[in-house]
């Protein structure tokens, strides 16, 4: 068995592996502890390379213990695109684009709920509920449907429509709840024993931190067992950062990979950004957030969020709804079909970018966590004009 | 180079490469032709393992001439998902869906395309049309907008608007037309000259094709260099049965497959189904066709396509409306957005095996091939209603 238990990220206090029962008396989270003697064992650079390319080809450093408790789909080993940045004026030295849109649930929250639907599995859970902005209830509905689990997932009431669509289709009880995240989280913790669900939300069980941890697999694997001096990442609970930072220490323990953390930046919309502001910079607040996986007023860990961002010498940035809106038009005409949350990561590079915040040596990787058009409305498309003479078509192509 | 020629997949004329002009005299298609033995050098079974995984690691058999020539979004190597056969009453031995949903513009279509406009590029060509029902479409903006080349897309009028939508976010020039493709096509045809425009309309250039080939290089090398015995496949122009079928002689003469042609289904919606009628069998036509990929009235190389199903020994057949929802539900229950093409297929494989068709130790692979959200309208979202009590989560979590 590679899980030897849990440490608390905070105080360093140990205890048994749980599945439930994060927050430590000091008030941080207990993640999940390897023992890594065993993992290298089996697990070298090596034998990866013949592995299925998913990403449980990570198996020894993922909790789950049988295989017949993996439920997966497909998800991780995504592409991690170059991004010619010489078309823009950018004064680094490379672009990544990790393309996680391409999971099976059309997002990055494929990897976590792959983790924890399989610990659910593994322990016999037979209901699970989650809060969510949206793709993380698309993914536990997606898995808990392919395991038999029942799922249940609350959403806020502005949640894009197409999105708890994808809840429905693959079979969760899906429920619109008024007010934001922290809300939708209300009902899950109130409920919980009246319908004896198991809650999946952001770090309330171990899985989806280590499944968000393969991102940080697949950056090293895919760089050649390098990493890149800078993740801009869209930050609401934040359990991508951690579980990248939570990867690195994990590869630099088993001596895949040296060299210092990068330098983990946090993208937030302008109108909800508390890892901003706890960072002491000032936010224009005139505007109110989008529905998007960043909105969350209230991060479970912000603690260590900050410590990671302070410690690799990263940062927070807010951007507008403006600036999303124009980034997800130039990646569009790259040929990536960004969500507002994807495109906030190149908005965050831009921004950072004309501050002088990078070096001309840096090398960047951007996150896009999904799709285009799950956020999609179809206001206006019931006027897209039908083509019915050469006329109109001479003229469409002048313009 | 490996690319030898071209030869006509009927009389076997042989001819230099050509860019376009593929329809020979006798009235067949015009199929690339490579040079095995060079190919052999450099291609092996071995040499592949450690290339990246996209569909260019099988770069020695597609058409493309120089590296710098490739526009590549990360396009190919989709998982091949096993599905547990024996939750449904089904006398095979077992059964795959290729996850062509997790291309990089959300369908099987990334693949032709990246060949397509990669040779464009090859070329120097500056401005590219095409007929589409519409995920073709969708791809070539992707591609040309990623290669800087102008893109113009012709669609029925009835096209689902997500996919009109995602083709302009790509930077498109997207117009709906009266009709179906075929008069999308004499949109493209006609105006060739004026607007100085190449078509990438299906066989209408070798790059599409070749792209398919590789879901059957995939294949075989995803079942370690074994065919299945099935292969159900939704087809409209037909140019991934034909890619496929190409595929697997081109593997056999390279000596890494043995064995007979997987048997090639064709998978139609009643209402078009013109493979299904030319092969004899009665379709009852009460329905129209709904707007999907698989409605195409005059498949340009019918003839071929007919041959490739005679002689492998497969079939056609035609599904309904109802029974193609029916699937998407089964398979949303699994954890997989299908579109209805890829519903379609599971439809097919439930039919055929109520009608005794396969044999107990058949192994089938079925295609998702794209997502079910670019087909989603907004019908009923806007009353999904709001959770405000614990009476109506009882009442809905009972039900």
């Given at each position: ?6 440490v608390?990220?905070?105080c360093?206090?140990?205890k048994p592996?749980?599945?439930?029962e994060?927050?430590?008396e000091?008030g ?6 390897y ?6 064992k ?6 990866i390379?013949?592995r299925?390319?998913t990403?449980?080809r ?7 213990q ?7 789909l ?5 592409p ?9 004026p950018l ?7 990790k393309r996680?849109?391409l999971?099976?649930?059309g997002?990055f929250k ?8 399989s610990?659910?599995?593994?322990r ?5 509920a ?14 808990a449907?392919c ?6 997932v609350?959403v806020?009431?502005?949640c894009p ?6 809840c ?10 008024k007010g934001?995240i922290?809300h ?8 919980k024993?009246i319908?004896?669900w ?12 280590e499944?968000?941890k ?14 890149p ?7 609401g ?6 579980g990248m ?8 323990e ?13 993208v937030?919309?302008?109108?909800c ?12 607040s005139?505007?109110?957030?989008s ?7 209230h991060?479970?860990d ?6 990671i ?9 807010a ?7 124009e ?15 994807g ?8 921004r950072?970018?004309?501050e002088?915040?990078?070096g ?5 990787v ?9 956020y999609e ?9 039908l083509?019915t ?11």
């Amino acid at each position: 068995m590679t899980r030897a238990g849990m440490v608390c990220s905070g105080c360093g206090k140990q205890k048994p592996f749980t599945y439930e029962e994060l927050t430590c008396e000091c008030g941080s989270t207990f993640l999940v502890d390897y023992d890594l003697e065993y993992v290298r064992k089996t697990l070298t650079q090596q034998s990866i390379v013949n592995r299925a390319t998913t990403m449980w080809r990570y198996r020894e450093l993922l909790p789950v213990q049988s295989p017949q408790s993996i439920v997966s789909l497909g998800e991780g080993w995504t592409p991690l695109t170059p991004i010619d940045v010489s078309r823009i004026p950018l004064s680094i030295r490379k672009l990544w684009m990790k393309r996680e849109e391409l999971n099976p649930t059309g997002s990055f929250k494929s990897r976590g709920l792959s983790v924890a639907v399989s610990l659910l599995k593994e322990r016999g859970i037979r209901r699970a509920a989650i809060a969510s902005n949206g793709n993380a209830g698309t993914a536990l509905a997606a898995y808990a449907g392919c395991a038999g689990i029942d799922s249940i997932v609350f959403v806020p009431e502005d949640c894009p429509p197409l999105i708890i669509r994808e809840c429905q289709r693959y079979g969760a009880h899906t429920f619109r709840v008024k007010g934001l995240i922290q809300h939708a989280g209300q009902w899950v913790e109130s409920y919980k024993h009246i319908f004896d669900w198991t809650s999946v939300s952001t770090l309330r069980e171990p899985g989806r931190v280590e499944g968000k941890k393969t991102l940080g697999f697949e950056l090293a694997e895919q760089l050649g067992w390098r990493l890149p001096t800078v993740i801009i990442y869209p930050t609401g609970g934040g359990s991508g950062i951690i579980g990248m930072w939570k990867a690195f220490k994990e590869l630099r323990e088993l001596g895949f990979i040296q060299g210092p953390m990068p330098r983990f930046v946090s993208v937030q919309e302008i109108g909800c950004a508390p890892l901003v502001r706890a960072l002491g910079k000032q936010v224009d607040s005139a505007e109110a957030a989008s529905p998007t996986g960043m909105r969350v007023p209230h991060p479970p860990d912000i603690v260590l969020l900050l410590r990671i961002l302070k410690e690799t010498e990263g940062t927070a940035v807010a951007v507008s709804r403006g600036e999303i809106e124009e980034a997800r038009r130039m990646l569009g005409n790259r040929g990536i079909s960004a969500s507002p949350e994807g495109a906030a990561t190149w908005a965050g590079l831009l921004r950072l970018n004309e501050e002088g915040w990078f070096g001309q040596d840096d090398q960047v990787v951007l996150f896009n966590t999904a799709h285009a058009l799950p956020y999609e409305t179809l206001a206006g498309t019931s006027n897209i004009p039908l083509l019915t003479n050469l006329h109109d078509l001479i003229n469409t192509l002048r313009k």
